[in-house]
Nanobody
Framework: VQLQASGGGLVQAGGSQRLSCAAS????????MAWFRQTPGKERVFVSG????????LYADSVKGRFTISRDNDKNTLYLQMNDLKSEDTDVYYC?????????????????WGQGTQVTVSS
């Protein structure tokens, strides 16, 4: 599975942005998916995850109520809608795929990773 994240950029604090992650090589319809983010020099941390059918989602406390993860299995694409962005959301965002039905918050559980897309929130 190849993952291509896009949609990052510069946004003002309080604004919104939507990230996309397009998968190719095989269908991700039976895979759990997730978003992680990373500041240079720090560990990659969990942001949000979604089960294979979209019925169950997970969120880090820091983004709960502001971010929404979703997926379109027909389009083989994962999304992250980010609202009310804060300066501390500035990071490189990575999408990841886990060849299981259930999403987890552990990066070690994900086998495939996209290249990352930079999100910068200006205050």
């Amino acid at each position: 599975v190849q993952l291509q994240a896009s949609g990052g950029g510069l946004v003002q604090a309080g604004g919104s942005q939507r990230l996309s992650c397009a998968a190719s090589g095989r269908t991700i319809s039976t895979y759990a998916m997730a978003w992680f983010r990373q500041t240079p020099g720090k560990e990659r941390v969990f942001v949000s995850g979604i089960d294979w059918n979209g019925r169950k989602t997970l969120y880090a406390d820091s983004v709960k109520g502001r971010f929404t993860i979703s997926r379109d299995n027909d389009k083989n694409t994962l999304y992250l809608q980010m609202n009310d962005l804060k300066s501390e959301d500035t990071d490189v965002y990575y999408c990841a795929a886990r060849p299981r039905f259930v999403a987890t918050s552990s990066r070690d559980d994900y086998s495939y990773w996209g290249q990352g897309t930079q999100v910068t929130v200006s205050s």
